[in-house]
């Protein structure tokens, strides 16, 4: 374990073996870091977070501050990162705003610089959020979703695994899995051909994907008769029926 001598760390947190902490950082009460963790210089990590092992934490970083919400009583919460997760210069990730709950992130993410997770939100495994991005308090991202940078995204969105949201883009509605969506409103584009060729989705099943959602974007077809000719014309493999399920758990309306 390296602590650099300038560093403030609260006598009630756990860092693990093999952990470095560089200059000027601040690690509250309870934090715990995980084995192999690098905590750059500046860094605030506040009580309660839950860093896991194998992690980078580039310098400025904020995690586990409180909610960004009117009237916020501070109640116990916390935030959890997943193991193998890199958060670069300046990210901000911020506890639950309920009394108990979490905000995670997953394994293996990749949070670059000056992105920024709000309260509550629920970040899969492999998930690339990048520069400038910016998450409201409830969002779901769920496994292997790229966000691009300067994206603005509403409350209680969802977005579907394997997913690409384009620069720039402003999300009100959920995304669905395997799309790509770009633009102010966000729309649906094209299918993700070139990210799940790269995670290795059968050529089949792919050829599913992109008929379904075609048929999503016709604008003649509205969502309930889209999912109608999609049970009917196209083989259910699983993550055709996993479309169809996101399509009708949407609380907010899905991107077309």
Same mark, same amino acid.
Request: net charge neutral.
């Given at each position: 374990?390296?602590? &650099?001598?300038?560093?403030?760390?609260? @006598?009630?947190?756990?860092? =693990?073996?093999?952990?470095?902490?560089?200059?000027?950082? +601040?690690?509250?009460?309870?934090?715990?870091?995980?084995?192999?963790?690098?905590?750059?210089?500046?860094?605030?990590?506040?009580a309660?977070?839950?860093i896991?092992r194998?992690?980078?934490?580039?310098?400025?970083?904020?995690?586990?501050?409180? @909610?960004?919400?009117?009237?916020?009583?501070?109640?116990?919460?916390?935030?959890?990162?997943?193991?193998? +997760?890199?958060?670069?210069?300046?990210?901000?990730?911020?506890?639950?705003?309920?009394e108990?709950?979490?905000?995670?992130?997953?394994?293996?993410?990749? $949070?670059? =610089?000056?992105? &920024?997770?709000?309260?509550?939100?629920?970040?899969?495994?492999?998930v690339?959020?990048? /520069?400038? +991005?910016? $998450?409201?308090? &409830?969002?779901?991202?769920?496994?292997? =979703? %790229?966000?691009?940078?300067?994206?603005?995204? &509403?409350? %209680?969105v969802?977005?579907?695994?394997?997913?690409?949201?384009?620069?720039?883009?402003?999300?009100?509605?959920?995304?669905?899995?395997f799309?790509?969506?770009?633009?102010? @409103?966000?729309?649906?584009?094209?299918?993700?051909?070139?990210?799940?060729?790269?995670? /290795?989705?059968?050529?089949?099943?792919?050829?599913?994907?992109?008929?379904?959602?075609? $048929?999503?974007?016709?604008?003649?077809? /509205?969502?309930?008769?889209?999912?109608?000719?999609?049970?009917?014309?196209?083989?259910? %493999?699983?993550?055709?029926?996993?479309?169809?399920?996101?399509?009708? /758990?949407?609380?907010?309306?899905?991107?077309?």
């Open positions: 374990m390296t602590i &650099h001598s300038s560093a403030v760390i609260h @006598p009630d947190a756990e860092l =693990a073996q093999g952990v470095e902490v560089g200059p000027f950082t +601040t690690i509250g009460a309870k934090a715990r870091i995980g084995e192999g963790t690098i905590v750059g210089p500046n860094v605030l990590i506040e309660g977070a839950i896991g194998n992690c980078n934490i580039f310098h400025g970083a904020s995690l586990g501050g409180e @909610p960004q919400i009117l009237n916020f009583k501070n109640v116990p919460a916390s935030l959890e990162i997943g193991d193998g +997760t890199v958060v670069r210069e300046y990210v901000t990730i911020h506890r639950s705003g309920f108990g709950g979490v905000t995670r992130v997953g394994k293996g993410c990749l $949070l670059m =610089a000056y992105s &920024h997770v709000g309260h509550d939100c629920e970040i899969g495994d492999g690339v959020i990048v /520069n400038s +991005t910016a $998450l409201s308090g &409830h969002v779901i991202v769920e496994d292997k =979703a %790229f966000i691009s940078g300067l994206v603005g995204i &509403h409350q %209680f969802r977005i579907g695994r394997n997913a690409m949201v384009g620069g720039m883009a402003r999300v009100n509605q959920d995304i669905l899995p799309s790509i969506v770009e633009g102010n @409103p966000a729309r649906l584009y094209s299918t993700n051909s070139v990210g799940l060729k790269r995670a /290795n989705f059968k050529p089949n099943v792919r050829a599913a994907i992109k008929k379904a959602l075609k $048929l999503i974007a016709q604008p003649e077809l /509205n969502t309930k008769q889209a999912v109608e000719k999609i049970s009917a014309e196209i083989e259910m %493999f699983e993550e055709i029926q996993y479309l169809i399920n996101f399509i009708e /758990n949407s609380s907010r309306g899905v991107t077309k």
